[in-house]
C-alpha cells in the first residue's frame, strides 16, 4: 500500500542538528513532491518546506531558510529533512507528506506517522 | 503570507448531531482548500480537496464548501469515531498555511 514511513524520536542538545528521513513506498517515488510540516506540542499544523525527488528542487519557509536542508535519494526512495541551530522551540513532531498535485487540490494524500524531535540540554 | 482563521475553536457535541466548522482566508484563494482530521498522537487524515471534493474512502456524512475566502466542513450526524481536531489549509500559494485547529469534543 501507499505510505510514508519516518525515522525514530529523536533527543538533541540546542544548536545540533536533527536529520529526519522519510521513506516512501507503493508509489513512483519521483512522480510526487514531498511536503514537511512539524507540529509543536498542543499546537497547530506549521509547514515547512517542499522536495521534488525527481530534481531535487526544494523551497523551504522564509522562517527556516538557511537553517534547513531537504535532500533525497532515489536509491532507497527516501527523502530528508535536516534542521540545523535546534532551539526548544524546534520541539516538535516533523511529518512527510506526499502531495496530491494541482489535480487533486494541492492536498497532502499521504502522511508519515511523524517523528518527535525533543530539544534538551 | 494568506492567514486561515478557523472558527469555533472547539465545540461540544453529541453522536448525531451536524457540526460546523468554518474557515475564512485573508485573500481570495478561489476553491483551493482541504480539510485534515486529526486525532491524538495521529498524523493528519486528508478528508476533503478542493473545497469540496470528498478524500477516497471518507464517509459521506462529511462535505465541504465554499470559495473564495470562506470555506466550511460539515459533519452530518457525527459518529464516535469524528471526536477529533479538524484543519483548514490553503493550497493557493506558498507558504502553505493552516487553520489553527477545531477540537470537536464529546458533550
Known amino acids: 500500500q501507499v505510505q510514508l514511513v519516518q525515522s525514530g524520536a529523536e533527543v538533541k542538545k540546542p544548536g545540533a542538528s536533527v536529520k529526519v528521513s522519510c521513506k516512501a513506498s507503493?508509489?513512483?517515488?519521483?512522480?510526487?513532491?514531498i511536503q514537511w510540516v512539524r507540529q509543536a506540542p498542543g499546537q497547530g499544523l506549521e509547514w515547512m518546506g517542499w522536495i521534488n525527488p525527481n530534481t531535487g528542487d526544494t523551497h523551504s519557509a522564509q522562517r527556516f531558510q538557511g537553517r534547513v536542508t531537504m535532500t533525497r535519494d532515489t536509491s532507497i526512495n527516501t527523502v530528508f529533512l535536516e534542521l540545523s541551530g535546534l532551539t526548544s522551540n524546534d520541539a516538535a513532531v516533523y511529518y512527510c507528506?506526499?502531495?496530491?498535485?494541482?489535480?487533486?487540490?494541492?492536498?497532502?494524500?499521504?502522511w508519515g506517522q511523524g517523528t518527535p524531535v525533543t530539544v534538551s540540554s | 503570507d494568506i492567514q486561515m482563521t478557523q472558527s469555533p475553536s472547539s465545540v461540544s457535541a453529541s453522536v448525531g448531531d451536524r457540526v460546523t466548522i468554518t474557515c475564512r482566508a485573508s485573500e481570495d484563494i478561489r476553491g483551493w482548500v482541504a480539510w485534515y482530521q486529526q486525532k491524538p498522537g495521529r498524523a493528519p487524515k486528508l478528508l476533503i480537496q478542493?473545497?469540496?471534493t470528498l478524500h477516497s474512502g471518507v464517509p459521506s456524512r462529511f462535505s465541504g464548501s465554499g470559495s473564495g475566502t470562506d470555506f466550511t466542513l460539515t459533519v452530518n450526524g457525527l459518529q464516535p469515531e469524528d471526536f477529533a481536531t479538524y484543519f483548514c489549509?490553503?493550497?493557493?500559494?506558498?507558504?502553505?498555511?493552516f487553520g489553527q485547529g477545531t477540537r470537536v469534543e464529546m458533550k
Open positions: 478542493s473545497a469540496s
Open positions: 489549509q490553503q493550497a493557493e500559494s506558498f507558504p502553505r498555511t
Open positions: 507528506a506526499r502531495d496530491a498535485g494541482p489535480a487533486f487540490g494541492g492536498s497532502f494524500d499521504i
Open positions: 507503493g508509489y513512483t517515488f519521483t512522480a510526487s513532491y
